[in-house]
């Protein structure tokens, strides 16, 4: 018995351990940007732009859109490049009558033969990457790249992509997106730094190991790349970070730019259930890549090993989630030793701490953002750090369930362009 | 293929890239008449795929179809599985997928608003990363071996002074018995013998503890202070080598970090302090670490977070460090970019926030935050409390040990160095208009003296820290000050020449008045004492003593004790008369179950003026006769150490 429960307190032991550990590696993908003063030409976009030599196809994937749909073509359409250059792509399948009419109208209003309509049958059954794979059979651009349809590109975008690709000669180009409209729900603090961090710092760690799981959209592929890999993956829910992978196995040189002027503008989802939802997918799509099992082709271990914690971590957090009232529980039910109690507190320090990284990167998105600084808001931040974590565990626990059940159909986001309003 | 006409530029660029010429193979598309199952199983092909034999498009390519128009819509390709719709205008090529629509133009050679956009970027966006204080490289080139020669020499001169003669003088403290025995607690798995009173944190004996581990014991050097020496001597030449650096980083100088390193070293109230088991020993190592990781590091997170460690355990060491916190923050501050800035304070201050709030968390664990008196729920058991001590500590007065004492005995020390601690705070703030790491320094001394002016209790060793921050300040201005002759003279030399002519006259000056140092041997009486319980004290004996004999007369293989039985009931006065256990369980309150009193002046002044349970000591010896008596020269003085045998009135005598 007395051996059962010392195996049970080293245990417990060695869990505070990693939490510790996978928090200060949390905290320093966060920081790593940060890390030394070069660092800050990472993310720095060109200044001088070269003239517009590649061309580009952006895809313009949609489903149930009718809100935003024609802004967003207007908008993509607006960009800074030669219109010669630029092939746009609207990507619909066909049981979505209120979308293709919406893209036509705007097509129509257009008049420009390179902005075209893809519309794909919805049998067997309707996905974002089997439209981009189809848009990929008739994209004709040097450069393919996507944005959803509720995005807002910067409108010098494609001139940053165009000098960056030919100074540097790299083939995948990730710029920055960021969801803009951080006050509209609790949650939504948390979530716009959680892509402030990610695009910002942690993505530039990735690069540096050589595993890069790539956003969604505002990535940059040469089109004979994209189509020597075969397109994208389309029975994974998260056919982006998939691709990421799989440029990563094939060498691809790539380049992550954030600049906190040429972002891609997006918006939260709107209720605390979308949000779930979209973790949901975006965990199960992550456990999809984990079991198929390529990131284990990585050459290197330490790309292996950050592709396999990257995969996972949406798991192990939940499993962190539920040591918090067991450990709650120890503290006040079990006696231990004064030093074990106390290396117990590790985990809490180094959440504390995140809680302040965070607010200092509120202050950051603030003022480059040029809003205002509101105690108020710093407040809700603090407060909804925990139920946060809370909320990503239940989409990882969710996840879980859902791929054990066999359930992989996508769950939409929808959007209602808050953040449109919030620049407005 | 591409939707323009290709330029010359570009073609040369692509000409320039190799891997467009022999990585990518151009991969034919596979083309609708496959199956979808097949189009599924893409994402699979595995890479490099070259060479691939082009694959014949069994159905037209999409630039080979007709296009179909109806109405405004023309639908441009059409597949099993989708079809691509574009406009359709009167008059408009209608198949931009094959050809140049025919409304292309020149491109422009410069972007639309290049010249305001280039004009704007030089002035905003891009990333404030310069250093407020670049660190300079020195103008002289001195070879590295030469320059490591010369501080080995320094460091080796600072070795001999403080260890020479050190198990000799000064005399052994109570503080330094204190400390020994704690550590030996530590390896006890307590954190102090008697009952632990929150009034230091424990981390500065804990060092020890890893020492004396390390080490071999606490008698591998004779006593248990003599090996607590060694470890001091290890931490005043890490101090000497980090105010060679910090100086030298600092003011780009290498003469001046010498004389701030001689400065240091040899000053009399460094060679008699930093020979002490002193927690002020070991907070400064760790500030002085922290100063050095700080300004080595150039703006890098890593070696922040270090300095946030090191100045986390300076405070665990001494709690005293803490009011070095804000020019700790200022220092970042002025050490960091813009870019980084904000992160690097928040990391740093947090994480020294952590470190010092764990000795909070180890009282609320222990359940000794709150004081007894208060009598909160579930407080039902007798103990101190973190918050009782630090009031005791505010409302202590001057009597232990007031700043004009302190003061007297660092003038007749070092007059100059007292001297320079004052006058180089007020040059250097005055310098920190224009150079701001002088600012800096002068801040770290000001908040000292600071502390050391507030009125309440200072003792002579609280000058330990303002050693170091002393020789840093002195050094950088008489650097300053050789800086401007030099320039004067245009000849950077003087100021090197200048800058050793001041090492030249502070050497023979700090030997001429550390002399005591060298020669003489006060702790002669407290061995002697020792030995003297040794050969006569019964073991079963209850001794008052001193902290400084504690280890000696517990632990075995002591100098009191040697191969034989310890005395286990050898006690500290002070908790003889403090620790309910031992006045009340113990002793019964009954000064007749003390054997023995092993005093010097100090204790017995104590004993005679502290009164209320200090009386039982007292009691005991006005009943007592005096067995032996040892005397030694210390310092303008001389100590005396009485062994008073208690005559007892019944003739049981032990407890």
């Known amino acids: 018995m007395t051996i059962f429960i010392a195996f049970l307190e080293l245990l417990y032991l060695v869990i505070i351990f990693v939490m510790t550990a996978q928090a200060i590696f949390n905290i320093r993908l966060i920081l790593f940007t940060w890390e030394t003063p070069e660092h800050a030409w990472l993310n720095h976009a060109p200044t001088v732009y070269r003239d517009p030599c590649l061309s580009v196809t952006i895809m313009l994937p949609a489903r149930h859109e009718e809100d935003v749909y024609r802004e967003t073509i207007q908008k993509v359409y607006d960009l800074n490049y ?17 979308t293709i009419a919406e893209a036509q109208a705007k097509i129509d209003e257009l008049g420009d033969p390179n902005v075209q309509l893809v519309i794909y049958d919805s049998k067997p059954k309707t996905s974002k990457p089997r439209g981009l794979n189809y848009a990929l059979q008739v994209a004709r651009g040097d450069v393919v790249t996507i944005f959803d349809a509720e995005d807002e590109p910067h409108p010098d975008i494609l001139n940053i992509i165009n000098t960056t690709m030919l100074d540097e000669g790299v083939d995948v180009v990730q710029s920055g997106v960021q969801l803009m409209n951080y006050n509209t729900k609790w949650f939504c603090f948390l979530n716009v730094l959680e892509y402030f961090f990610w695009f910002k710092s942690s993505l530039h760690f990735f690069a540096r190991i050589g595993m890069t799981p790539l956003g969604g959209n505002t990535v940059f592929v040469r089109r004979e790349l994209m189509e020597q890999l075969g397109g994208w993956d389309e029975n994974c829910l998260t056919e982006d970070a998939d691709l990421g992978i799989r440029l990563c196995l094939s060498h691809a040189r790539l380049r992550i730019i954030y600049d906190d002027e040429f972002v891609t503008r997006e918006e939260t989802p709107h209720t605390l259930q979308q949000f779930i939802k979209q973790r949901t997918r975006w965990n199960q799509g992550f456990i999809q890549i984990f079991f198929k099992w390529e990131w284990l082709k990585l050459e290197k271990l330490s790309q292996r090993l950050l592709a396999c914690y990257v995969l996972i971590l949406p798991e192990v957090q939940a499993f962190f989630v539920l040591m ?42 603030l003022r480059v953002h040029k809003h205002k600084w509101r ?31 066999g359930t992989s159909n996508w769950e939409k986001t929808a959007h209602i362009g808050q953040h449109r309003k919030a620049v407005a | 293929m591409t939707l323009y006409e290709p330029l010359p530029e570009q073609e040369k660029q692509q000409q320039a890239s190799p891997k467009q ?76 997928l094959r050809r140049p629509t025919g409304f292309t133009t020149n491109l422009p050679k410069t972007m639309p608003q290049q010249g305001e956009r280039i004009a704007s970027s030089a002035t905003h966006l891009l990333p404030q990363i310069a250093p407020i204080n670049p660190i300079n490289k020195g103008r002289l080139t001195i070879p590295l071996w030469l320059e490591t020669f010369v501080v080995v020499v320094g460091m080796t001169i600072s070795l001999v002074a403080h260890a020479f003669n050190m198990f000799n003088f000064p005399r ?24 632990y009173g929150y009034g230091h944190p424990p981390l500065g004996w804990m060092q020890i503890a890893a020492w004396v581990q390390l ?57 008699t302090y930093q020979r002490q088991v002193l927690l002020d020993n070991i907070g400064t190592f760790w500030l002085l670490l922290a100063m050095y990781l700080l300004v080595v590091g150039n703006s890098r997170l890593l070696y922040i977070v270090g300095a946030a460690v090191s100045f986390g355990i300076a405070l665990l060491s001494k709690e005293i460090f803490l009011l070095f916190l804000p020019v700790m923050i200022y220092a970042i501050w002025l050490h960091t970019t813009k870019f980084q800035r904000k992160f690097a304070l928040v990391a740093f201050t947090y994480i020294v926030g952590a470190i010092g709030s764990s000795f909070i968390l180890l009282a609320v664990l222990k359940g000794e935050l709150f004081p007894y008196s208060w009598h909160l729920p579930g407080d039902t058991r007798q103990h101190l409390s973190l918050i009782d001590t630090l009031i005791g500590q505010t409302q202590r007065t001057q009597t232990g040990g007031s700043l004009a004492t302190s003061w007297h005995v660092w003038v007749s020390g070092d007059a100059v160095l007292v001297a320079c601690s004052i006058v180089t ?47 840093i300040n002195t050094a950088m201005a008489v650097n300053t000050i050789m800086s401007w002759i030099a320039k004067l003279l245009r000849f950077d030399v003087v100021r090197v020449v200048l800058v050793l002519v001041v090492i030249g006259a502070v050497i023979p000056y700090d030997l001429a008045n550390s002399s005591i140092d060298f020669t003489q041997h006060p702790t002669s009486a407290q061995q002697q004492a ?22 000696d007369l517990r632990e075995p293989g002591g100098t009191g004790v040697g191969p034989g039985a310890t005395y286990p009931l050898a006690h500290v006065y002070f908790n003889v008369a403090t620790d309910p256990d031992l006045h009340d369980k113990i002793l019964n309150g009954n000064w007749d179950r003390i054997d023995y009193i092993v005093a010097d002046s100090e204790m017995l002044n104590d004993i005679e003026h502290l009164g209320g349970p200090f009386s039982i000591i007292e009691t005991a010896r006005e009943h007592s006769v005096t067995r032996a008596v040892f005397s030694a020269n210390d310092q303008d003085s001389k100590l005396v150490i009485t062994i008073y045998q208690v005559q007892h009135k019944i003739a049981q005598s032990t407890v």
């Open chain 1, 82 to 98: 030669p219109k010669e250059l630029m092939q746009i792509l609207a990507i619909c399948s066909d049981d979505d009558p209120g």
């Open chain 1, 324 to 365: 918090i009232p067991v450990s709650l529980f120890m503290l006040f039910f079990v006696k231990l030793p004064v030093w074990l109690a106390m290396l117990t507190f590790m985990p809490l320090y180094c959440f504390v701490l995140a809680i302040f990284i965070e607010i200092a990167g509120l202050h950051e998105f």
């Open chain 1, 375 to 405: 105690w108020r808001e710093v407040l809700i931040l603090m407060l909804a750090f925990f139920p946060y974590q809370f909320v990503l565990g239940l989409g990882a626990i969710r996840a879980v369930f859902r791929s054990i059940k």
């Open chain 2, 21 to 96: 010429q022999g990585q990518f193979q151009r991969y034919v598309t596979p083309m609708e008449d496959q199956t979808r199952q097949e189009v599924q199983q893409l994402p699979t092909v595995q890479l490099p795929v070259s060479p691939v034999p082009p694959v014949p498009p069994t159905m037209a390519h999409p630039s080979q179809q007709a296009p179909e128009i109806e109405g405004g819509n023309v639908t441009l390709y059409r597949a099993p599985n989708f079809f691509v719709l574009t406009t359709n205008r009167q008059g408009r090529r209608v198949h931009p």
């Open chain 2, 172 to 195: 052994y403290e109570l503080d330094e018995g204190t400390y020994m025995s704690n550590a030996w607690a530590i390896l006890q798995g307590l954190i102090t013998p008697y009952p």
């Open chain 2, 215 to 271: 080490s071999g014991g606490f008698f591998t050097f004779g006593n248990a202070i003599n090996s607590g020496r060694v470890l001091m001597l290890f931490y005043a030449l890490g101090c000497s080598l980090l105010v060679y650096l910090i100086v030298r980083l600092l003011s780009a100088s290498r003469t001046a970090g010498l004389l701030a390193l001689i400065i240091f070293s040899l000053s009399p109230l460094s060679i």
């Open chain 2, 425 to 471: 705070i007020a040059f250097n703030a005055v310098v920190g208009w224009w150079k701001r790491q002088q600012l800096m320094l002068a801040l770290f001394s000001l908040s000292f003296w600071l502390l050391l002016i507030r009125g309440g209790i200072v003792l002579p060793f609280y000058f330990i820290p303002l050693i170091a921050l002393t020789a």
């Open chain 2, 530 to 551: 020792i030995v003297w319980i040794h050969q006569h004290v019964p073991h079963n004996a209850f001794i008052v003593i001193n902290s400084y004999l504690y280890m």
